[in-house]
């Protein structure tokens, strides 16, 4: 029967250049002339670490990392925005988490959107990914066009298309 699987992944590669070319551009900023703030990627536990001096600085980071993330094709749905701590004198600590897998929760909700369409498709979350099958191909190709038109908080990927 033919199948394919519902994945939410971020090229770890693709996500480094684009850290990478925010690093470059914040430092070529004049309004970050003189500042001390450091982006860092933690490659293992996928964490942006942002530290800087005050909350403007934090915003423009903030959104370097995104529209450099938007010009490399990773989708910033999969950032996930933690909470501002105070670090050491004043400087601002900030983390950001990239979000790998579906969680349970929009598993769920992808399972239920195929299965309200009314397709004649078998939806079944695997840990962290939900294998769609069916008889026919083009019902493989309905799912897939039903779910890049939802939204579900996170980016999806469509891998894995068996014969």
Known sequence: ???????????????????????????????????????????????????????MRLKAIEGSIISRMMKQNLDPKSLNFGDEHQASGNMIRKEISIKEGLDKEAAKKVVAKIKASGLKVQPAIMDDQVRVTAKKIDDLQAVISLCRNEDFDQPLQFINMRN
Do not use: C, Y
Not at 31 to 41: P, R, V, W
Not at 42 to 54: C, H, Q
């Open 1 to 55: 029967m033919p199948s394919f699987d519902i994945v939410s992944k971020v090229d770890a590669q693709t996500l480094d250049n684009a850290i990478n070319n925010a690093k470059k551009e914040i430092l070529n900023r004049f309004d970050f002339n003189g500042s001390k703030s450091t982006i860092d990627l933690d490659k293992k536990t996928n964490v942006i670490t942002i530290v800087t001096e005050d909350d």
